[in-house]
């Protein structure tokens, strides 16, 4: 099954080898940067010191760099070390997710077959699900798929230390060690220390219950918990210096307090409807001029919110997987949910690729649920084909989807017609779409995107490329 799970999620990325960088911080990061090329000391010294484009991530820097050393200016090269660690991820999802079904459900070890079904379908639900394109298919976001090693790993070493009672244990060292690269890798990983307490509760049952919260056994697992707490902070202080230094943070003039949270409330919605039919993706959600809390989509948000929250509390115990997936999802998206809001965006794809693995841990559960009450019940063989069958086409249908998104990343100009589809209005998709058709030397459409991205409340990044545009044909900026 492992060898399988890699090899359904290389295929459906095939893609993204044929394409090149674009002209969403690949330049920037890549094309116009020659600090990473290498690994040598001045190299690693910048790597290590930088906080370059916003963020502080010497682990990623050091792949790129040993990328550059391999390949040069290939693109080929940084998309196929980018799409084998998402294969990686996958395989040890699939380790994961059969740990984690093993502990909610005992008698599912008993059902070799089974067991590996569910968790391959928690894999491959994951891995190959069109959100995971982003992250994949994007070389800046390098970030993502290798912090996700780290923080997978991080998971499987620490459910190992727990099922040992020996204090100090070497397993619970390594997955401190193995967190701390994945904060080094991408600082969004500054979740996994509450997601570990939540995997404490359940599955594990370390926490609650007849052991209670606060007594001795309680306490020693909050202790276990400092060392990651620790590295979180400093992680946390890290990016918000990052980002400081980049003047990308939104000032509460520009957003105000309640309209952070509206748009927290929605990203919570957003992303389980993109889950759910991952249709129109894009690379850029822009964030409305003006937020209106009695809008439509606000208020419908606010009600799968309240609802799903509601729905996981009261069945909490007879489905305490419910609770613990719902928690988790909105624990690991609260760093980008809005309450500091970062550039324009109200949404992206790559912020699932960590808040995901729950909804695909439920999925290859309640697979798992069916196969039992298949097993039990006196239909037999036709239900069980028809139940292979329906996983088989959801895992199919995902594969075609994350297919044709893949080559939505092929090159700049690609990318941003694609998204001007999606939202015609943005100014940010107008200018980059008329910088790529430059590129091309396509000089009169690419003025006719920067005129229209002038038109947008965010026209100040357009004029100077529309002043360059017209210096070129020789007009009167």
Same mark, same amino acid.
């Given at each position: 099954?492992?060898?399988?799970?890699?090899?359904?999620?290389?295929?459906?990325?095939?893609?993204?080898?044929?394409?090149?960088?674009?002209?969403?911080?690949?330049?920037?990061?890549?094309?116009?940067?020659?600090?990473?090329?290498?690994?040598?000391?001045?190299?690693?010294?910048?790597?290590?010191?930088?906080?370059?484009?916003?963020?502080?991530?010497p682990l990623t820097w050091?792949?790129?760099?040993?990328?550059? %050393?391999?390949?040069?200016?290939?693109?080929?090269?940084?998309?196929?070390?980018?799409?084998?660690?998402?294969?990686?991820?996958?395989?040890?999802?699939?380790?994961?997710?059969?740990?984690? %079904?093993?502990?909610?459900?005992?008698?599912?070890?008993?059902?070799?077959?089974?067991?590996?079904? *569910?968790?391959?379908?928690?894999?491959?639900?994951?891995?190959?699900?069109?959100?995971?394109?982003?992250?994949?298919?994007?070389?800046?976001?390098?970030?993502?798929?290798?912090?996700?090693?780290?923080?997978?790993l991080t998971i499987l070493?620490?459910?190992?230390? @727990?099922?040992?009672?020996?204090?100090?244990?070497? *397993?619970?060292?390594?997955?401190?060690?193995?967190?701390?690269?994945?904060?080094? *890798?991408?600082?969004?990983?500054?979740?996994?220390?509450?997601?570990?307490?939540?995997?404490?509760?359940?599955?594990?049952?370390?926490?609650?219950?007849?052991?209670?919260?606060?007594?001795?056994?309680?306490?020693? #697992?909050?202790?276990?918990?400092?060392?990651? #707490?620790?590295?979180?902070?400093?992680?946390?202080? /890290?990016?918000?210096?990052?980002?400081?230094?980049?003047?990308? %943070?939104?000032?509460?003039?520009?957003?105000?307090?309640p309209g952070r949270l509206?748009?927290?409330?929605?990203?919570?919605?957003?992303?389980?409807?993109?889950?759910?039919?991952?249709?129109?993706?894009?690379?850029?959600?822009?964030?409305?001029?003006?937020?209106?809390?009695?809008?439509?989509?606000?208020? /419908?948000? @606010?009600?799968?919110?309240?609802?799903?929250?509601?729905?996981?509390?009261?069945?909490?115990?007879?489905?305490?997987? /419910?609770?613990?997936?719902?928690?988790?999802?909105?624990?690991? %998206?609260?760093? #980008?949910?809005?309450?500091?809001?970062?550039?324009?965006?109200?949404?992206?794809?790559?912020?699932?690729?960590?808040?995901?693995?729950?909804?695909?841990?439920?999925?290859?559960?309640?697979?798992?649920? @069916?196969?039992?009450?298949?097993?039990?019940?006196?239909?037999?063989?036709?239900?069980?084909?028809?139940?292979?069958?329906?996983?088989?086409?959801?895992?199919?249908?995902?594969?075609?989807?994350?297919?044709?998104?893949?080559?939505?990343?092929?090159?700049?100009?690609?990318?941003?017609?694609?998204?001007?589809?999606?939202?015609?209005?943005?100014? #940010?998709?107008?200018?980059?779409?008329?910088?790529?058709?430059?590129?091309?030397?396509?000089?009169?459409?690419?003025?006719?995107?920067?005129?229209?991205?002038?038109?947008?409340?965010?026209?100040? /990044?357009?004029?100077?490329?529309?002043?360059?545009?017209?210096?070129?044909?020789?007009?009167?900026?």
């Amino acid at each position: 099954m492992p060898l399988l799970v890699a090899v359904v999620t290389l295929a459906a990325f095939l893609p993204t080898l044929q394409n090149q960088f674009v002209n969403w911080d690949d330049d920037k990061n890549f094309l116009d940067n020659p600090h990473y090329r290498g690994l040598a000391g001045t190299h690693l010294r910048w790597m290590w010191t930088t906080f370059h484009i916003g963020h502080y991530a010497p682990l990623t820097w050091m792949t790129l760099g040993l990328d550059y %050393l391999l390949w040069g200016m290939n693109p080929l090269g940084y998309h196929l070390t980018s799409l084998l660690l998402h294969a990686a991820n996958a395989v040890v999802f699939y380790v994961l997710a059969r740990r984690i %079904l093993t502990l909610a459900r005992p008698g599912l070890a008993d059902r070799g077959h089974a067991l590996a079904a *569910s968790a391959g379908f928690a894999a491959l639900v994951f891995a190959i699900h069109p959100l995971r394109v982003e992250s994949v298919a994007w070389v800046t976001e390098r970030r993502d798929v290798l912090s996700g090693l780290f923080y997978l790993l991080t998971i499987l070493v620490y459910l190992r230390a @727990c099922a040992r009672e020996a204090p100090g244990r070497r *397993s619970y060292w390594l997955s401190v060690t193995l967190f701390g690269c994945a904060l080094l *890798s991408k600082s969004m990983a500054v979740s996994l220390p509450v997601v570990l307490l939540i995997l404490d509760v359940y599955p594990l049952q370390r926490l609650g219950g007849p052991i209670g919260w606060w007594g001795q056994r309680a306490r020693r #697992v909050y202790a276990d918990k400092i060392p990651f #707490v620790l590295l979180a902070a400093a992680a946390s202080a /890290l990016a918000f210096r990052a980002q400081t230094l980049l003047h990308s %943070l939104v000032s509460l003039d520009q957003l105000s307090v309640p309209g952070r949270l509206e748009v927290s409330v929605y990203g919570l919605s957003f992303y389980l409807w993109k889950m759910i039919l991952p249709l129109r993706l894009s690379n850029l959600y822009p964030r409305p001029p003006t937020l209106d809390p009695w809008a439509m989509p606000f208020l /419908l948000s @606010c009600g799968v919110v309240l609802a799903i929250t509601a729905l996981a509390l009261a069945c909490r115990r007879r489905l305490p997987g /419910l609770l613990a997936a719902w928690a988790a999802y909105v624990v690991v %998206l609260m760093p #980008v949910l809005g309450i500091v809001q970062i550039g324009p965006q109200i949404a992206a794809d790559r912020y699932t690729y960590l808040a995901g693995l729950g909804a695909a841990l439920l999925a290859g559960a309640g697979l798992g649920a @069916c196969w039992r009450t298949v097993a039990s019940s006196t239909t037999g063989t036709p239900t069980a084909v028809g139940l292979a069958g329906t996983a088989t086409a959801i895992v199919l249908a995902l594969g075609v989807l994350t297919w044709d998104q893949a080559q939505v990343w092929h090159d700049s100009e690609r990318l941003w017609t694609h998204a001007l589809a999606i939202d015609p209005s943005s100014a #940010v998709v107008q200018n980059n779409l008329g910088y790529a058709l430059d590129l091309q030397g396509k000089l009169a459409p690419r003025g006719h995107h920067l005129r229209l991205a002038i038109c947008s409340p965010l026209a100040a /990044l357009a004029l100077p490329a529309l002043f360059f545009s017209r210096k070129e044909r020789g007009s009167r900026p």
